[in-house]
Nanobody
């Protein structure tokens, strides 16, 4: 069992930055790929970024490429999502997830956090 708790959400102006954190407890986090997804009101939950267990592989959605950076610190059992050049369309609840491979679909991930709200105003 892996428990995930997101933090760092909040409000920002367009063009601003926020950093999300995802703290994991339970099994050795380095065994898991970690992903970030987001869900805006009335929309499906969508892939944002993922990172392999070692941190050597990362993948991003086209909509955030060049603006968001995913990283991890396995010693601290924490995964981060640095978000820069924020846009109003980045407004969503952001979820952290853990799975066996660094995939881009929800089905890839077995464990999910409760989510943290990010609101970007123009």
């Amino acid at each position: 069992q892996v428990l995930l708790v997101e933090s760092g959400g909040g409000s920002a102006r367009a063009g601003g930055s926020l950093r999300l954190s995802c703290a994991a407890s339970g099994r050795t986090i380095s065994n898991y790929a970690m992903g970030w997804f987001r869900q805006a009101p009335g929309k499906e939950r969508e892939f944002v970024a993922t990172i392999s267990g070692s941190g050597g592989t990362t993948r991003y959605a086209d909509s955030v490429k060049g603006r968001f950076t995913i990283s991890r610190d396995n010693a601290k059992k924490t995964v981060y999502l640095q978000m820069s050049s924020l846009k109003p369309e980045d407004t969503a609840v952001y979820y952290c997830a853990a799975g066996w491979v660094a995939g881009t679909t929800r089905e890839t991930y077995a464990y999910w956090g409760q989510g943290t709200q990010v609101t970007v105003s123009s």
